[in-house]
């Protein structure tokens, strides 16, 4: 995992499953801090290290977050990168070094038109490669002048992720921010990442996770491949195309989903640290691939 500079460590909190989880007074504890943190923070100027930036930048609220009840997984950005903290959190937990033999690793990450894609390419090392879910041929176009204006490099390429073109055992790490919620056929992407990691390869993912034992099934996609709603349509803001349907809330069920996919150490992982910006809530996947 990446390293915690500075005087103050990074508690991670793991868990195989939901019944390792419960009543973990550490994960008690860790909520009680971050609830105590929160009614003492001045939102207009919090100190903190980002573990992205490796420095002393200090947080913010996004522009619009409320800033009574704020959502600090997806609205406490870095000064300096504007990362959130569920994004900070998730990269800070791809192991490092990805190989153990001195080649450069290949990263995959299911995006690729985004802030975070630009600054994986630019500070990690080894091939840093995205794609997008576009069916659109014009909205195509405006991804990679898009991507260019970042200061991407390369093509956008376009990929479905339950039906990926790279080889079997071909890549070093999947790292997935919150697309899993909106795939009607999860399972099928998440044997695809099985598929394409080497052994000893790893998969970082983070979805909506209700911290309970069982998956929330809020639409699915019938027979007839229409959408049936199974719950309040619930829509995630998307700067590239609009709001996205959300079809699952995850359990700590989906953990033997990814065993079953031939991950062999599946872990949920939450990170806490105020200073680094980290409260409680931030559940992570780390998933290993087993020996073939």
């Known amino acids: 995992m990446m390293d915690h500079t500075g005087s103050t460590p990074i508690a991670l909190h793991a868990f195989a499953s939901w019944q390792a989880r419960v ?21 207009n100027s919090l100190p903190g290290r980002c573990q992205l930036c490796d420095t002393e930048t200090g947080f913010h609220l996004a522009e619009g977050a409320d800033r009574v009840q704020p959502n600090l997984r997806e609205s406490l950005l870095c000064r300096r990168c504007q990362h959130n903290a569920r994004i900070r959190a998730a990269l800070g937990l791809l192991p490092s070094p990805l190989r153990q033999d001195g080649a450069a690793p290949r990263i995959y990450v299911t995006e ?21 879910f576009q069916p659109d041929a014009r909205k195509r176009q405006v991804l990679g002048a898009r991507l260019q204006a970042m200061g ?90 609009g709001g996205v349907l959300c079809y699952y809330h995850f359990g700590w069920d989906v953990l033997d989903v990814f065993r079953s996919a031939g991950f062999d150490d599946v872990h949920m992982v939450m990170p806490w640290s105020h200073t680094y910006g980290y409260h409680y809530g931030l559940w992570t996947l780390v998933a290993k691939k087993g020996a073939a």
Do not use: N
Not at 30 to 37: D, F, I, Q, T, V
Not at 218 to 227: K, L, N, S, T
């Open 112 to 132: 690729q038109v985004t802030r975070t894609f630009v600054w994986m390419q630019q500070h990690l090392d080894g091939e840093v490669i995205g794609s997008e």
């Open 152 to 241: 991407g490099r390369g093509e956008v390429c376009f990929q479905d992720v339950t039906r990926l073109d790279f080889a079997d055992a071909s890549l070093d790490a999947v790292v997935s921010f919150d697309v899993l919620e909106h795939v009607p056929d999860y399972r099928a992407a998440i044997l695809e990442f099985g598929r394409v990691l080497r052994a000893g390869g790893v998969c970082v993912a983070t979805f909506p996770f209700t911290d309970g034992p069982t998956t929330v099934v809020r639409a699915r996609v019938d027979a007839q491949g229409q959408v049936e709603h199974l719950l309040e349509p619930e829509y995630h803001g998307d700067p590239i195309g």
């Open 23 to 43: 009543d973990d007074p550490g994960l008690r504890d860790a909520w009680l801090a971050s609830e105590r943190a929160k009614a003492d923070s001045d939102w």
